[in-house]
Structure formats: C-alpha cells, structure tokens
C-alpha cells in the first residue's frame, strides 16, 4: 500500500509539473512593427520646344505634351523642309529609371520622315534628374512628285523601368 501512494505521489507531481509547463509555454506572443515605403514613381515629359527650322517648315501649332504622350504639327512646304524639336523628360520620383523601350509608330508616309536622338534603350534617368532628346520631321528632299497623302503622325513612347 505504501508503494500504492508513492506511485500516486510520483503522477501528481509529474502532472502539477506538465500543467505549470504548459501554462508557461502557452502564453500569447505578440510582436508588432510597421513599415513604410517612401519612394516615389514619376517620370514624365515636362516640356516640348520647337527649334532648327530648316527652309520653309514652320509649327502648324504648338507642341502639346502630357505626362507621357507628344503631339507636334508641323507645316512642311518643299523637300528638304524639316523641323527639330527637343523634348524634355524628368524624373520626379525617388527611384532612378532605366529606358526599356523606345517605341516610334509613324503613319509611314513616305514623304515625310520622322527621326529621334539623344535617347537610347538602357539611358539611365536618375531620380531628380531631367534628360533632352530631340525629335526632327522632315520632308525627304529626294522627292521628285507631289506626295498623295500630305500628312503623317508620329507617336514616340518611352517605356521606363526601375533601374536595378
């Protein structure tokens, strides 16, 4: 009997010893923090200015730009006209872009040819900093004949990417 109650002695214990054990392994861990993110995303065209006009070529209106987009009409007369314009984009935001891709979609009028430089894919804009390329439309000196379609568009879209 006497080893009846030594036993029972023996599980209360191991049991007042597992409850205690798991009362201090089941207490709530909490752990709180924040984070903010306070970079800046803004790349766009700030200014369009009409320059190097050549023979009789002259803005039919002016430039229009938005963020991302340049409208030009230009008036071009007889063959060799042309007109040049440099277009201003800045990087307002935080994070420095890269020019993943250059994208010229023209009307293809043979007569009148659009031409870009001072851009590139891979050009680095970092933040804060302003970048000019210049835009030329010209009427191909090389034709000989009143062209049937006399006017053409031309859209330059710029694709940026973060700079890794």
Not at 103 to 130: H, K, Q, R, V
Request: glycine share 4%; hydrophobic share 40%; charged share 20%.
């Amino acid at each position: 009997m006497k080893r009846k109650y030594i036993i029972i002695g023996i599980l209360v214990v191991i049991i007042c010893l597992l409850v205690v054990g798991f009362a201090a392994f089941s207490t709530n861990l909490t752990i709180n923090g924040t984070a903010r993110i306070d970079s800046k995303w803004d790349v766009e065209i700030i200014n369009i200015v009409s320059k190097d006009k050549v023979g009789s070529a002259s803005d039919t209106s002016a430039p229009i730009y938005t963020k991302t987009s340049a409208t030009f009409k230009t008036t071009l007369v007889s063959p060799g006209d042309s007109m040049t314009y440099d277009v201003t984009v800045k990087n307002s935001g935080t994070l420095d872009a890269k020019v993943d891709k250059i994208t010229l979609t023209d009307s293809n009028n043979p007569a009148i040819i659009f031409e870009t430089s001072g851009i590139n894919e891979g050009d680095i804009l970092e933040a804060s900093d302003t970048h000019t390329f210049t835009v030329k439309v010209s009427y191909d000196k090389d034709v000989t004949s009143q062209p049937a379609t006399l006017n053409a568009s031309l859209t330059v879209k710029l694709d940026y990417v973060q700079n890794a």
